[in-house]
């Protein structure tokens, strides 16, 4: 069975860094793109950052400029450098990804993490 982990959340001050990262672990023959999004309390979860399996990066505007979305191929994993960070950034950071698991004979899906939080204090 597929899983993806996050980690790296925590609590921050306004204008520091974290680093956050996702492994997915599993029956993966390939992993297509892969992707962060965010939800903060009370609001719907709205993409950050995606990633292509070749390595072409697209950002939310709020973001870009900030954050740094890179994956590792071999290690099934991708990481999100967050710099600069504002209170606005406070929210439930989940990775996820479209890949084909082999355990459900080869069907492309997308797959979510637990999620990680990310707190930026002012």
């Known amino acids: 069975q597929v899983q993806l982990v996050e980690s790296g959340g925590g609590l921050v001050q306004a204008g520091g860094s974290l680093s956050l990262s996702c492994a997915a672990s599993?029956?993966?023959?390939?992993?297509?793109?892969m992707a962060w999004h965010r939800q903060a309390p009370g609001k719907q979860r709205r993409l950050v950052a995606t990633?292509?399996?070749?390595?072409?990066?697209n950002y939310a505007d709020s973001v870009k400029g900030r954050f740094t979305i890179s994956r590792d191929n071999a290690k099934n994993t991708v990481y999100l450098q967050m710099n600069s960070l504002e209170p606005e950034d406070t929210a439930v950071y989940y990775c996820?990804?479209?890949?084909?698991?082999?355990?459900?004979?080869?069907?492309?899906?997308?797959?979510w993490g637990q999620g990680t939080q990310v707190t930026v204090s002012s």
């Open positions: 996820n990804a479209n890949l084909v698991d082999l355990a459900r004979g080869g069907v492309r899906a997308v797959y």
């Open positions: 599993g029956s993966i023959f390939s992993i297509y793109d």
């Open positions: 990633i292509t399996s070749g390595g072409t990066t």
